[in-house]
């Protein structure tokens, strides 16, 4: 009876411990991946009008489900982002296009955001956005988002390079 007993404990020890390495293998797909992030200065086309300068997030979303909304939270406060589809360009086969420009934005994103898609998000300044209790107060230069009723999810980003400015015609 005991070795009976011992032979069943033995073999739901051991179901247990298989059942939880393929559990534990399974890799966590992050939601977003961060191609590039910079600051890029826009020079007024109109002589007397002042230059801009906007922080720019160029990322791949990688999983079905798609984003509601994201924000910035940098140094100006906590700010909703513009978020459009973008795709990369080819500088071998155009020419005209200006230094320091890497992706063009191709449409507004809206609720067509689905995995693979290249995004380009850049903060909306203006308007009063209070800043969550859930984000940390002292939390700056991060990418906060939100999909299918989630709470706030957060990428930090490390590093934000100058790129040459750009003149608007």
């Given at each position: 009876m005991k070795k009976a007993s011992f032979i069943?404990?033995?073999s739901i020890l051991?179901?247990?411990?298989?059942?939880?390495?393929?559990?534990?293998?399974?890799?966590r797909v992050a939601d977003l991946t961060?191609?590039?992030?910079?600051?890029?200065?826009?020079?007024?086309?109109?002589?007397?009008?002042?230059?801009?300068?906007?922080?720019?997030?160029?990322?791949?979303?990688?999983?079905k489900t798609y984003p509601e909304t994201f924000f910035w939270r940098g140094d100006v406060g906590f700010l909703p982002?513009?978020?459009e589809k973008a795709h990369k360009l080819n500088k071998k086969k155009n020419t005209t296009i200006v230094k320091g420009v890497d992706y063009e934005t191709v449409a507004a994103a809206g609720d067509e955001i689905h995995k693979g898609d290249t995004l380009m998000l850049v903060p909306?300044?203006?308007?009063?956005?209070?800043?969550?209790?859930?984000?940390?107060?002292?939390?700056?230069?991060?990418?906060?988002?939100?999909?299918?009723g989630s709470g706030w999810k957060s990428v930090k980003i490390k590093t934000l390079t100058t790129k040459e400015a750009i003149a608007m015609p």
């Open positions: 069943i404990a033995l051991g179901s247990s411990i298989s059942f939880g390495k393929t559990a534990s293998n399974k890799k961060v191609i590039e992030a910079y600051n890029q200065q826009t020079n007024a086309g109109i002589p007397g009008r002042p230059s801009k300068t906007d922080v720019h997030i160029v990322l791949k979303w990688n999983v982002c513009q978020t909306i300044i203006g308007g009063k956005y209070p800043v969550p209790k859930e984000i940390p107060a002292d939390a700056k230069n991060t990418l906060y988002y939100k999909t299918n």
